[in-house]
């Protein structure tokens, strides 16, 4: 009944995508049209679901995050969005997918239609369009340039999003695409990385690491001793929305990276190696946060689900559910850990995306080197089995140096990009504006307004102004 249902939800699709009048010249469609037309509208689809992880970010970083800075943080989610997508269509998908050589394309700037496929060469084993591939691409540059942003949260100029995320979706972003999935050098040796754990988290968790030691901790962070203190954000329940969205819209991210919905229903193993992943991380991250802490942390939960789910990103459609299963508990059990470490150690991540989208990042592209299989391998048509499928050493080693190329890639970058803003232009609000609150400094209103003049009264007659 499920296939049948999803076969007819794509039917429907297909037609509204190609309207009869395009097939009038015959009785009907052929088999390779209605091929073409149901993966063009199953990869629509995974373009939705990846789109809609914004709302997600939105939701999660301004639950994470203080009252007087929620407008401001849900709001710069919509701008860098609209960065991505002219910076992405002008330059960074030629960067990123066009014909040229093992660290950048070349060819394909200013998409203008289908008729430019001949540009892409790397793109070529798929019969959905072009225009659909580019959708579906500039959803992941997206997401990637979202993570970059999140560790800026609560002290960055809302011009530092504009000037940065023109350059990372134009400059970073692409160049470890194109390495990866452009026909790169990358490519070459036989990175397995199915939908982004490198190309997506790795490299937005680097640049969100760089902007978060240049931009130093939060006014009240920590202690003249060093010592970190909890600035707890503002709304627990949208940061559990944000995550559900989130999840939601990874089946778009996986399973939809398959850009098929007729290969013997593979996105469907996909999707299922996916799930159990996220599911392990929650619950052992949960888990750890009450063995450590004393106290079940709901945020750790949040983070361990992001992580797991980070990490099967690249190996999803390489690995067992069992692998899946000890790949997502160990990226919540290592994240959990990780956060704590990098909060000692003055390390400022309101959202903790080095440690979520980063280490997991990490993780996920080593993972493959020790548990994809052969038989899934090849059916993915990329790399070798890993290490405790008899596959040796060899594959692990093309995941670690794939990961180690892209963090020190984007690290240079980044710290070369933000200095030099840092330096000419400056990234950070001054101490009255941080105090205030980005919504009202950046924006002059508050994304709380009621809330906020109930707040300030409350302040002016004696009370303690603490959102």
Same mark, same amino acid.
């Given at each position: 009944m499920r296939k049948k249902w999803l076969v007819s939800v794509l039917v429907m699709l297909t037609l509204l995508a190609f309207p009869v009048s395009a097939f009038a010249a015959a009785e009907g469609p052929t088999n390779i049209e209605l091929q073409s037309g149901l993966n063009s509208a199953f990869t629509f689809l995974a373009v939705v679901l990846v789109f809609l992880m914004q709302g997600g970010f939105a939701l999660l970083e301004a639950g994470s995050t203080r009252m007087k800075n929620a407008g401001h943080i849900a709001g710069k989610t919509i701008?860098?969005?609209? *960065? !991505?997508? *002219?910076?992405? =269509?002008?330059?960074?998908?030629?960067?990123?997918f066009g014909n040229g050589n093992a660290f950048f394309?070349?060819?394909?700037?200013?998409? !203008?239609?289908?008729?430019?496929? @001949?540009?892409?060469?790397?793109? /070529?084993?798929?019969?959905?369009?072009?225009? +659909?591939?580019?959708?579906?691409?500039? @959803?992941?540059?997206?997401?990637?340039?979202? *993570? @970059?942003?999140?560790?800026?949260?609560?002290r960055a100029k809302m011009s530092v999003y504009i000037v940065f995320g023109t350059l990372y979706t134009i400059i970073m972003y692409p160049v470890v695409a194109h390495w990866v999935w452009g026909g790169g050098w990358l490519a070459e040796l036989g990175m397995q990385d199915f939908a982004g754990s490198t190309v997506v988290h790795l490299t937005g968790a680097t640049a969100a690491l760089v902007a978060t030691i240049l931009l130093k901790p939060r006014i009240g962070k920590y202690n003249k001793d060093g010592k970190p203190n909890i600035i707890p954000g503002h709304n627990q329940v949208y940061s559990v929305l944000g995550v559900i969205l989130l999840w939601i819209g990874w089946f778009g991210f996986n399973p939809g990276s398959t850009l098929t919905a007729l290969d013997d229903g593979f996105f469907g193993y996909v999707a299922l190696t996916t799930n +159990? /992943?996220?599911? /392990?991380?929650?619950?052992?991250?949960?888990? *750890? !946060? =009450?063995a450590v802490l004393g106290k079940s942390d709901i945020p750790s939960m949040l983070n361990g689900v992001l992580a797991a789910l980070v990490a099967i990103t690249?190996?999803?459609a390489f690995v067992e559910p069992w692998a899946a299963l000890v790949i997502g508990a160990l990226a919540g059990i290592i994240t959990f850990f990780t956060a704590q470490y990098f909060d000692r150690k003055g390390i400022d991540d309101p959202i903790y995306a080095f440690s979520v989208h980063? +280490?997991?990042g990490m993780w996920g592209a080593i993972s493959t080197g020790l548990f994809a299989t052969p038989e899934l391998a090849e059916h993915a048509g990329v790399g070798q089995a890993g290490l405790f499928y008899g596959g040796g050493f060899h594959q692990l080693g093309v995941q670690l140096l794939g990961l180690v190329g892209a963090f020190a890639f984007v690290l240079v970058v980044s710290f070369i990009i933000l200095g030099g803003m840092k330096a000419i232009m400056g990234i950070r609000v001054t101490e009255e504006e941080e105090t205030m609150g980005l919504d009202i400094s950046e924006h002059g209103t508050y994304g709380y307004p009621e809330q906020m003049k109930h707040a300030e009264s409350k302040s002016n007659g004696g009370g303690t102004f603490s959102s």
């Open positions: 701008l860098t969005l609209g *960065i !991505s997508v *002219i910076a992405f =269509w002008a330059l960074g998908f030629g960067l990123g394309g070349t060819t394909g700037f200013f998409l !203008s239609g289908d008729q430019m496929a @001949a540009s892409f060469e790397s793109l /070529a084993f798929s019969d959905v369009p072009l225009t +659909v591939k580019f959708v579906f691409h500039l @959803a992941f540059a997206a997401v990637s340039l979202a *993570i @970059a942003c999140g560790g800026m949260a609560e +159990v /992943a996220a599911a /392990a991380g929650g619950v052992a991250a949960l888990l *750890i !946060s =009450w690249g190996a999803c980063g +280490v997991a």
